[in-house]
Nanobody
Framework: QVQLVESGGGLVQAGGSLRLSCAASGNIFSINAMGWYRRAPGKQRELVATITSGGTTNYAESVKGRFTISRDGAGNTVYLQMNGLKAEDTAVYYC??????????????WGAGTQVTVSS
């Protein structure tokens, strides 16, 4: 079993910054891509940003230039630095990881989510 634990959400004024963290632990052989997704009230979950084990990143158009995704050296923790936050960034943010376990089985894992609220 693998656990993804997110932290760093909260309430911030428009134009402010937050940094989300997500740490993966458990039955891990390797982690492929990691990413952040979000679900705003009344909307479907959408991709925010992803990063591969090789460091290749991908961003939603709506966050390009404002958000930065990164991983630690061990590759088990992913961060999302969010600058220039807007009211429309308000959502529950979910961490995602594609994990190969010690039996070499691959599975997609999700964190429980962390609330980000941006006041205008």
């Amino acid at each position: 079993q693998v656990q993804l634990v997110e932290s760093g959400g909260g309430l911030v004024q428009a134009g402010g910054s937050l940094r989300l963290s997500c740490a993966a632990s458990g039955n891990i052989f390797s982690i492929n891509a990691m990413g952040w997704y979000r679900r705003a009230p009344g909307k479907q979950r959408e991709l925010v940003a992803t990063i591969t084990s090789g460091g290749t990143t991908n961003y939603a158009e709506s966050v390009k230039g404002r958000f930065t995704i990164s991983r630690d050296g061990a590759g088990n923790t992913v961060y999302l630095q969010m600058n220039g936050l807007k009211a429309e960034d308000t959502a529950v943010y979910y961490c995602n990881a594609g994990v190969t376990d010690r039996l070499r089985l691959w599975r997609d894992y999700w964190g429980a989510g962390t609330q980000v609220t941006v006041s205008s």
